[in-house]
């Protein structure tokens, strides 16, 4: 793929924030998430590639939804797989709060994990952990291993963990090791992304989460050279079956970060549509507009940050 081709691909998350930020606070997640949608996939049909979503918000039938099977792009230029989320964080944006992210991941055909939206098991960390977890092992070995390969105490690190009812026992657990949690309403894509930025204060993330998130934040981590695993988690006999229409038999395999990015060159791009730890959210001055978006691409490791300025009247 040509470097260049990730201006377009800003361009895209860009559309989407612009369009979503319009709805902060206002309380309808279902008009922000279409907003979003329609933004995102109209400019991603301006685009000269031949694009298919592998993983993304749902089937065919569920529309506005970039669903998996989708086609976009204009139908010539490079072959590529993409990854989605129009908007993650669809109630971040309604309810006006923190951390909501229009993003995407592209790599070349065939080298991004074909799976549904279902929930993933995961586990994320920067540089300086990587190689040093082990998803299937208890919390406190992952929370001592991060600790030595960052030199630190268990004491000092943050463990940001989605505040669902499934992982109480998960947040016992890391509080009973000493460590601190950080636990987040939506967004897991920025929070395992801010394990490989110190400034962020993020150490590690855990917990279980949608697919295409996970497929998302492997694809940053690549980038940044941090490490990412996840076990999929099919919570009924539709996705059971789902499952094995798209040719995975084992859900109990580990997979590994180059299970879920393949190759050597992938993009992962996201436009902050409210304020993050990373990103600023979308800002509205008079006439024009301002974004803040991030770029990565796997095979360089090149990270932007790109700060856009829009005219509304044009």
């Known amino acids: ?57 749902g089937e065919m039938d569920e529309a506005p939804m970039l669903y998996i099977g989708e086609q976009l792009g204009t139908g010539d230029g490079p072959e590529v797989d993409i990854a989605v989320d129009p908007l ?51 919390v406190i070995e992952n929370l001592s291993a991060v600790a030595k390969a960052k030199h630190k105490n268990i004491e000092d690190l943050v463990v940001a963990i989605l505040n669902r009812e499934r992982h109480e026992k998960m947040i016992q657990e890391i509080r009973d090791a000493g460590a601190r949690v950080k636990l987040i309403q939506d967004g897991d894509v920025a929070a395992a992304i801010n394990t490989a930025f110190e400034k ?47 040719g995975i038999r084992d859900v109990n395999r580990v997979l590994m970060l180059e299970d879920i990015v393949k190759g050597e060159d992938a993009f992962f791009v996201a436009t902050g549509v409210t304020d993050g730890e990373l990103l600023k959210g979308v800002q509205y001055n008079g006439g024009f507009a301002t974004t803040h978006s991030v770029v990565m691409r796997s095979k360089t490791g090149t990270v932007r940050f790109i700060e856009g300025q829009h005219s509304l009247k044009k």
């Open 88 to 138: 993650e964080g669809t109630n971040i944006v309604a309810a006006g709060t923190w951390n909501a992210l229009a993003t995407i991941a592209i790599a070349e055909r065939g080298n991004l994990l074909h799976a549904p939206d279902m929930y993933m098991e995961k586990i994320a960390v920067g540089p300086e952990a990587a190689g040093k977890i082990d998803i299937n092992a208890p």
């Open 1 to 57: 793929m040509d470097r260049n081709f990730s201006l377009e691909l800003v361009r895209v998350t860009e559309a989407a924030a612009l369009a979503a930020a319009r709805w902060l606070g206002r309380g309808k997640k279902d008009e922000v998430d279409e907003a979003a949608t329609q933004g995102m996939r109209d400019m991603f049909n301006t685009i000269h590639m031949k694009g298919t979503v592998v993983i993304g918000e």
């Open 200 to 246: 962020t204060g993020v150490d590690i993330l855990l917990g279980s989460g949608g697919a295409p998130e996970g497929v998302l934040a492997a694809t940053a981590l690549k980038s940044l050279g941090g490490d990412f695993q996840g076990k999929l988690l099919p919570q009924t006999e539709e996705e059971w079956i789902r499952l094995g229409k798209m």
